[in-house]
T-cell receptor, first 113, second 119 residues
Framework: GENVEQHPSTLSVQEGDSAVIKCTYSDSASNYFPWYKQELGKRPQLIIDIRSNVGEKKDQRIAVTLNKTAKHFSLHITETQPEDSAVYFCAASGDSSASKIIFGSGTRLSIRP | NAGVMQNPRHLVRRRGQEARLRCSPMKGHSHVYWYRQLPEEGLKFMVYLQKENIIDESGMPKERFSAEFPKEGPSILRIQQVVRGDSAAYFC?????????????????FGQGTRLTVV
């Protein structure tokens, strides 16, 4: 089955700097890669996703890149702000109604003022 | 659309009791996932259900845990004879699984979770 690995587990960046979180996946059949943000005590919320027919997607300060050959995908947050502090999860899912969504172990991002 | 509704938000059970966690998916969503999150850890897949059908339960412990999603009513995650190690946040997510050509739209929307504490 699918296995998703996520790095780093914790990340601290200065406010205004960029943050990058990286994930790898094992199942070459996976073709949907969402990213979720979870604030303390709250539910995970979808912030951006990418499908395997594109290599990059951007939404304001957030961008995701996908390298299907290497089975890597990354989340990039630019001009970080205090409200970006949270735990971020990457995930992967396949192309069938029987495909479950498998999550990475999470990255705790802290923004230093 | 009220979103994914989970209840109760907090549940305290003594060792050996049963815990029942409920999840009502978003309107129009026919698929439900259950995940367990231990403190400071990630989301561990437990089970994936369609109405009246378990699609994948590979993440669910073989004993004491069961899940259902009946034709009418919410999805239920049931834990029998709870132990302290069952203490965790249990999240439910739902998705529409709309097949569009070569791919499916599988965005999963999460409920607020049920925090189970076993004392």
């Amino acid at each position: 089955g699918e296995n998703v690995e996520q790095h780093p587990s914790t990340l601290s960046v200065q406010e205004g700097d960029s943050a990058v979180i990286k994930c790898t996946y094992s199942d070459s059949a996976s073709n949907y890669f969402p990213w979720y943000k979870q604030e303390l005590g709250k539910r995970p919320q979808l912030i951006i996703d990418i499908r395997s027919n594109v290599g990059e997607k951007k939404d304001q300060r957030i961008a995701v890149t996908l390298n299907k050959t290497a089975k890597h995908f990354s989340l990039h947050i630019t001009e970080t702000q205090p409200e970006d502090s949270a735990v971020y999860f990457c995930a992967a899912s396949g192309d069938s109604s029987a495909s479950k969504i498998i999550f990475g172990s999470g990255t705790r991002l802290s923004i230093r003022p | 659309n009220a979103g994914v509704m989970q209840n109760p938000r907090h549940l305290v059970r003594r060792r050996g009791q049963e815990a029942r966690l409920r999840c009502s998916p978003m309107k129009g969503h026919s698929h439900v996932y259950w995940y367990r999150q231990l403190p400071e850890e990630g989301l561990k897949f437990m089970v994936y259900l369609q109405k009246e059908n378990i699609i994948d339960e590979s993440g669910m412990p073989k004993e004491r845990f069961s899940a259902e999603f009946p034709k009418e009513g919410p999805s239920i995650l049931r834990i029998q004879q709870v132990v302290r190690g069952d203490s965790a946040a249990y999240f439910c997510a739902s998705s529409p699984i709309i097949r569009q050509g070569w791919s499916v739209d599988t965005e999963a929307f999460f409920g607020q979770g049920t925090r189970l504490t076993v004392v």
